[in-house]
């Protein structure tokens, strides 16, 4: 029965999800259930792209990369894939009407990581954080606003910023891998390997200001997804701060993260202040 197959599928978009993200899982557990699973299947798509040119180094990335963009092509024209991950990702794109210039462009973004190490402008910098975390902020709004266009016309600006913020918190938390792993440099105009307080200080204004014009949209996001979006916006800032806290060198030296502990007392003052009406 389809209805069976369709069942893995979510079921391993679900896996994918709390394997790959304890924060991202935490916050998708905060949504509406009659959301939750389609979040599940945006994040297990990208997060797929995303291990092909981040981890596959041993293999073709490239022949991976191609493999799997021409079966999600396929998969969305079928409207069915024997690939669980994107069986799950077509239902998404079908039920909330998500245009093809959203995973077309994330896909571009993902592309770039196979060969691309250095971001050279703003504008190469900015064309990539648009494809590569933007527009999943943008398939996420579909969802969120579940066909509403005038919802997702007032508030798609803001799930910009928010992609934009999450991507460059992850940029400077992978300093280290990014760099010296993978030899890519995202921020334009900035010598990672002698990263000074001031270069550091740079990058974090623009992050918060980033945020801050994220939250605006959040506290106007329709029930269903409020508290798990504002859960995710409160542990990239929590994750934020302690970066801004960190001395460069140690940054570059290091993964800085949130542990689980700090990430369970957000969650609860966080649904104290939701409950509160204070968000």
């Known amino acids: 029965m389809k209805l069976i197959f369709d069942t893995v599928s979510y079921s ?3 896996i994918v999800t709390n394997s790959y993200s304890t924060s991202f899982s935490l916050a998708s557990k905060m949504l509406s259930g009659s959301i939750r699973q389609d979040i599940y299947n945006i994040y297990g798509f990208v997060r797929f ?11 073709d990335k490239e022949r991976l990369f191609n493999d799997f963009e021409q079966e999600m092509y396929r998969g969305i024209q079928d409207k069915i894939s024997l690939n669980p991950i994107i069986n799950s990702f077509q239902k998404t794109v079908h039920q909330y009407n998500i245009p093809p210039e959203l995973y077309e462009a994330f896909m571009s973004s993902m592309r770039l990581d196979l060969h691309k190490t250095k971001y050279l402008t703003d ?13 999943v902020g943008l398939m996420c709004l579909k969802v969120f606003v579940n066909g509403d266009q005038a919802k997702y016309d007032e508030l798609k600006q803001s799930a910009m910023y ?4 999450f991507q ?26 002698q990263l000074n307080e ?3 200080s740079k990058i974090i204004k623009e992050i918060e200001e980033d945020f801050d014009n994220a939250l605006k949209g959040i506290l ?7 508290f798990g979006v504002y859960m995710a916006y409160v542990y990239y800032k929590k994750l934020l701060n302690k970066l801004k806290k960190t001395p460069s060198l140690e940054i570059k ?9 700090q990430k369970i007392q957000l969650l609860a003052k966080s649904y104290f202040d939701y409950q509160l009406n204070l968000i």
């Open 220 to 226: 106007k996001l329709p029930v269903e997804a409020k």
């Open 253 to 261: 030296n290091t993964r800085i993260r949130v542990s689980n502990y």
């Open 12 to 14: 391993c978009s679900k």
């Open 49 to 59: 792209a995303d291990e092909i040119v981040d981890t596959f180094h041993k293999y």
């Open 168 to 193: 460059k918190v992850n940029f400077l938390r992978d300093l280290k891998s990014d760099h010296e792993v993978l030899d890519r440099s995202y921020f334009p105009n900035i010598d990672l390997s």
């Open 162 to 165: 928010l992609g934009s913020a």
């Open 198 to 200: 001031g270069a550091k």
């Open 123 to 135: 504008q190469e910098y900015k064309e990539y954080i648009y494809g590569s975390a933007d527009v």
